[in-house]
């Protein structure tokens, strides 16, 4: 989920995000006995809040079309696209608790 959103915080571009984590780590999950009902839809949430996440270039663009400092929208956008990353992950560690779809803990 972590590196899911920083990789799309930093490209800025969900689709490419979502198919560069399906590719890289879709298979690593599923060989460690990750549940498809966990694999699929967890790869594929974690670049959405990064079109928010500062240095977004949503953010740049919105700041030259409104004729915003973008500076002021990183400082807007900052805590609430982290605290959808949290809350993200909350969900998925109590989905995996509670239905058992991840790998045993050794």
């Given at each position: 989920m972590l590196v899911g959103a920083l990789l799309a915080a930093s490209t800025g571009v969900v689709g490419a995000s979502v198919v560069a984590m399906g590719v890289i780590s879709l298979p690593v999950m599923l060989s460690n006995n990750y549940d498809k009902r966990l694999g699929l839809p967890g790869r594929s949430a974690p670049p959405a809040p990064g079109q928010i996440i500062p240095p977004s270039i949503v953010l740049i663009i919105l700041?030259?079309?409104?004729?915003?400092?973008?500076?002021?929208?990183?400082?807007?956008?900052?805590?609430?696209?982290?605290?959808?990353?949290?809350?993200?992950?909350?969900?998925?560690?109590?989905?995996?608790?509670?239905?058992?779809?991840?790998?045993?803990?050794?």
């Open positions: 700041g030259d079309v409104f004729q915003l400092p973008v500076g002021d929208l990183f400082k807007a956008a900052l805590w609430p696209g982290l605290s959808l990353v949290a809350f993200y992950v909350v969900y998925i560690v109590i989905v995996t608790f509670w239905k058992k779809t991840g790998p045993p803990v050794a």
